[in-house]
């Protein structure tokens, strides 16, 4: 039987004596809350942020306010800068951070409904992935939520580059 994200997440943090921390804002503690889930989960994660609002994102998470103006809440740029600033705040190995637009409202034409950003920070680098997901806004929470928790398995496994 296959392991849910959440219990091979946690299997990888206890083999691998990890500390793992969030900060999300579409997904709103949807990735924290699976991660919780799990019992043991207290092992390896402290905690995590839901910074919906720019100010959030400033105050808590140290996201510039240049980032945000010239990049806004959703790229690259800022999920990047909530993975770093998650695993500071935290004291983490390992954070990972969730921006995107949920809907119904709030896509453009350049950063359409389903619009999500990653982010991973680590002690020995830096990733994101970019993605475009359907579906409602329930369903883009939990498709960004599994995105994110992937992510972190992923790079436990040794498959980012």
């Known amino acids: 039987m296959a392991l849910a994200l959440e219990e091979k997440l946690r299997d990888l943090m206890r083999e ?10 579409c997904t709103g503690g949807l990735v924290s809350h699976r991660i919780t ?9 402290p905690g995590g ?20 103006n010239e990049h806004g809440a959703v790229s690259e740029a800022t999920v990047m800068a909530m993975a770093r600033g998650a695993r500071k705040l935290f004291g983490t190995d390992i ?19 389903g619009t999500t950003w990653v982010g991973l920070s680590a002690v020995d680098g830096e990733w994101a992935r970019h993605f475009l997901w359907e579906g409602d806004r329930e369903r883009i929470k939990l498709q960004s939520s599994d995105a994110a ?13």
């Open 95 to 113: 954070s990972v951070s969730v921006t995107g637009i949920a809907g119904p409202t709030g896509g453009t034409a350049e950063k359409p409904v």
């Open 149 to 161: 928790l992937q992510f972190v398995i992923d790079y436990l496994e040794g498959k980012l580059a």
């Open 37 to 45: 889930n799990v019992s043991g989960s207290s092992e390896f994660f």
């Open 16 to 25: 691998r004596r990890l500390t793992l921390a969030s900060a999300e804002s």
């Open 49 to 68: 942020l839901v910074t919906y609002s720019y100010e959030s994102k400033v105050r808590l998470l140290e996201v510039s306010w240049e980032t945000l």
